[in-house]
């Protein structure tokens, strides 16, 4: 890891700059396969399927009698730690549910707002080294507690971790589809595979793309997406080991992920330096660990304030505070996804159990965008109904406004029901 | 308006068929400039400034002497109508605050997000023929109660009312920019205007496809736009005239408007074209009105159900529910920007003054957008802190969930430190 000591704030945003994603060069070549999958549906999925996965797909859907198969087949501990982890997070994101509050912000001016399911969305599992299992909890059980109706998986690995995890989850549509062909299936609809209004999910630059174009038309997501990062701050009450050991767990995610440490201590330094050098040798991922820890930073500042106002201006996807006062230092981060606070709380515990979403913005985008939660599964519409005294209370406020913006037509709705209120003044006598 | 009556419902998208926006073409041009603004600063500007709007910039921002000014020549009835309306915005954003709940999800296992807001917003008021001074209480108001530190706005229409309800608001930062230059000025910061985060607002063609460009180099924006709409559902208790007035109001805002009648009444189809006949002679924008009316739509229906499926099909913008039962239809409604409810309560209400926000999803994207609201100017950060017993309760369920997935050093960061546990027992003991 490059070393920085004491830099000038004006350098801040030099030295934090991220790799910049250009997706623009593979634009021409996402949507043609997009627009194929709109127009030629199942046959262009299984075309596309053969031609970049070298798979023959016959049914898309996959069988409801793969799901027993793939749970017969997983350890039990492995059955069992997915299923606390599944509490957790049903926990968690359950208290995020929010009661309908209705307002009277006049005599007889009733507003409130209420949660309603976006009715379809849809989740994208990558397939590759790893069996994402975990990003299934995290996407499907608040799509479930929101009460989304049509919930689609898409996914080219049958991995059984995969087939369990979506069965205790709920969801019962699941098609063995990849890349950029299962985006613009989900985008766009098929014979088999229904058209949703929502897609979630992590995936390579190829589905990245796919989901910022079929977004341009019309199609929500989730979030921009960029490679993985964690910034650690400590200072001498940090456990060195612990430390080196949360900086790698998310450099083995790729070559690309961001690792980035900040202290106040020298100390540290050197001795998270050392214990990163000891844990990298018995790494299985230790190539990709180190292309990573290549790119990443050591950043030494004098104090805790600097290190929040530089942490803030980087907007770490992941921030563990390893540090004294982590209570008090939390409280000022204003820009980060998710925060991790003492020695004993490890980015991946948020990875996969502790309740908490691990689906956050990375690249910056914490600066205005949240993690994924019960809010991106819902649309909160407004209500509103007025009484015949209440827009007697209210009218001449929207009738003045409206005439001072120049729409007659706005002021004149209030108007006819005014006038017809005087007209049959026992409406409002009381 | 063309009338359909009983449609096959296979036939409601092609009957509910929006007029498709595609802003691409102009995408080279608005690009060019936004990359000038992006290198040229206050000077790009300016001279875009003289060749569109045909005005000499000095100062870019308002001094502060103008606002005084401008509310002297305010009337009296107008600035009490903007407070009142100020107020009650006020009361119904601020119920939307949360309180930070934490969640233990297992025993020592604490997690909770806290709302923190996005530290710097830029809001676009167009110019045009109306000053659009109420939007500046929609987006400055939640700005203003999230507690975002730089908020800017953007304008070139400096109407006594802008400035008044920018003042009113809180808003010190007020340039008179106008177009793609104020889009890009803000997503890129020039020696003038402050670079922000998040780009709020409305606009013509062109600032769409502005903030949609920048929108893809990483500002967040508002939501993705499209032309103003309105749906209404009548039988037979509705007043005729209420809904032609309300029809018209969303009708005078441009050609381009979308109104919706849906009913299962003929004679409703027959007197609310009558009361449309009547009060669009009387209407200062007429022309405008006329034009929306010629693409819109009325709907007969065989009854409330039918009716309600078909709303949520299209999702409309607005939804005027001007019928018997308003209540029950109301929990029916999954897919709409906002509800009105009962014969006395005006979209215009929801416009100008109820409380309730006016920036809401169009064109569909109700189905997966909510409208601006308190929670567009905040962050959810999540946070968590695990105990060391907290670790020893959850950490075998990550352990086991990592190395299922494959990323052991994921697995370590927990395993390090419970071996340290177990090694410094005393922490644990009790």
Redesign the interface.
């Known amino acids: 890891m490059q070393i920085t000591r004491f830099p000038d704030k004006n350098s801040w945003n030099t030295l934090l700059q991220r790799p910049v994603m250009d997706t623009s060069t593979l634009e021409k070549k996402v949507n043609d396969i997009l627009q194929e999958v709109r127009t030629g549906g199942d046959a262009a999925v299984r075309k596309f399927a053969a031609e970049f996965d070298k798979v023959t797909l016959d049914n898309l859907q996959v069988p409801s009698a793969a799901f027993a198969a793939a749970e017969a087949t997983l350890e039990p501990?492995?059955k069992?730690?997915?299923q606390?982890?599944a509490?957790?997070i049903t926990?968690?994101h359950r208290?995020?549910q929010e009661k309908v509050?209705v307002?009277e912000?006049?005599p007889g001016?009733q507003?409130w707002?209420k949660s309603?399911?976006?009715?379809?969305v849809g989740l994208y599992i990558p397939g590759g080294?790893?069996?994402?299992?975990?990003t299934i909890l995290m996407l499907g059980i608040p799509a479930m507690i929101a009460g989304c109706k049509e919930i689609v998986l898409c996914t080219p690995s049958l991995h059984p971790?995969i087939l369990y995890t979506a069965q205790l989850t709920g969801i019962e549509k699941v098609f063995t589809i990849g890349g950029v062909q299962a985006i613009g299936a989900m985008a766009y609809g098929t014979e088999s595979v229904p058209q949703v209004?929502?897609i979630f999910g992590p995936g390579n630059q190829y589905v990245t793309c796919a989901k910022?174009l079929v977004n341009?038309s019309?199609?929500?997501i989730d979030m921009?997406a960029g490679p993985s990062e964690v910034a650690v701050l400590a200072d001498d009450s940090c456990?060195p080991?612990?430390v080196a050991?949360?900086l790698?767990?998310q450099?083995?995610?790729g070559p690309d992920s961001q690792v980035v440490l900040v202290t106040t201590s020298e100390k540290v330094l050197t001795n998270v330096t050392n214990a990163l050098n000891t844990?990298l040798d018995?790494?299985?991922?230790k190539g990709i660990?180190t292309a990573a820890l290549e790119n990443s930073k050591m950043i030494l500042v004098k104090d805790m304030d600097t290190a929040i106002d530089l942490l803030?201006i980087y907007a770490p996807e992941h921030l563990i505070l390893a540090c004294e006062g982590?209570e008090n230092l939390?409280d000022k981060?204003?820009?980060?996804?998710?925060?991790?606070?003492?020695?004993?709380?490890?980015?991946?515990?948020?990875?996969?159990?502790?309740?908490?979403?691990h689906t956050l913005?990375t690249?910056?985008?914490?600066?205005?965008?949240?993690?994924v939660?019960l809010?991106s599964f819902?649309?909160?519409?407004?209500?509103?109904?007025?009484?015949?005294e209440?827009?007697q209370n209210?009218g001449?406020?929207?009738e003045?406004?409206?005439a001072?913006?120049?729409?007659?037509?706005?002021?004149?709705?209030?108007t006819?029901?005014l006038k017809?209120?005087e007209y049959t003044g026992s409406l409002i006598t009381d």
Chains 1, 2 share one sequence.
């Open positions: 501990a492995l069992a730690a997915i606390q982890a509490k957790n926990t968690f208290a995020q509050q307002i912000t006049m001016v507003c707002r309603v399911a976006i009715q379809k080294s790893a069996p994402l299992f975990s971790a209004y929502k910022q341009k019309g199609v929500a921009p456990v080991a612990f050991a949360d790698l767990s450099a083995e995610h844990q018995a790494l299985p991922r660990a803030n982590a939390a981060v204003t820009d980060a996804g998710s925060v991790f606070m003492g020695n004993y709380t490890p980015e991946s515990a948020g990875d996969y159990a502790s309740g908490t979403n913005p690249n910056g985008y914490a600066r205005a965008y949240s993690g939660s809010d819902v649309k909160k519409i407004t209500f509103q109904q007025i009484s015949p209440g827009l209210i001449s406020t929207i003045a406004m409206a001072a913006e120049g729409l007659e037509a706005h002021k004149n709705a209030v006819v029901r017809q209120l």
